[in-house]
């Protein structure tokens, strides 16, 4: 038999914890880019620059879903960030008489971006915290 890419019995409970944490983090994302849409639309409209905002803010959530690890965040990161600038940097320009970049589209990404970042270290803070507490507590004797 064939082994899978990611053996979550392998995970640590951290990874798994984590992992569980990411994938609902970004289903949330998910779950609100589809009401926004469908209430006040987003794509083609005064309001895309919102699309890119979530997508810099949900998408790495679900590259570290895929073990919980500092990898897989930064796998994330990066391939979001490549994806992004790539896209408006380069192949939505494709279609335009000159180079005009859409700069609220290219900065709300970034913004989304610094924000996954900011997620991801109060997320880990909190169990470093929470791992912290649990060893000092006081242990009760039955």
Known sequence: MGHSVL????LTPRERTTSRFAGLFFASGCVLAIALQATIGLYFTRHY??????LGLFLPF???SMGGMRLTFWTGMALTAMWHFGYE????????PGYTPDWDQIVSGAVGLGAAWVTYRAWNRHLDTGARQSKTAPHSSP
Do not use: I
């Open 62 to 64: 679900l590259f570290y």
């Open 49 to 54: 620059f919102v699309a890119h905002f979530l």
């Open 89 to 96: 940097l380069w192949e939505d320009q494709f279609d335009r």
């Open 7 to 10: 053996d979550m019995s392998k």
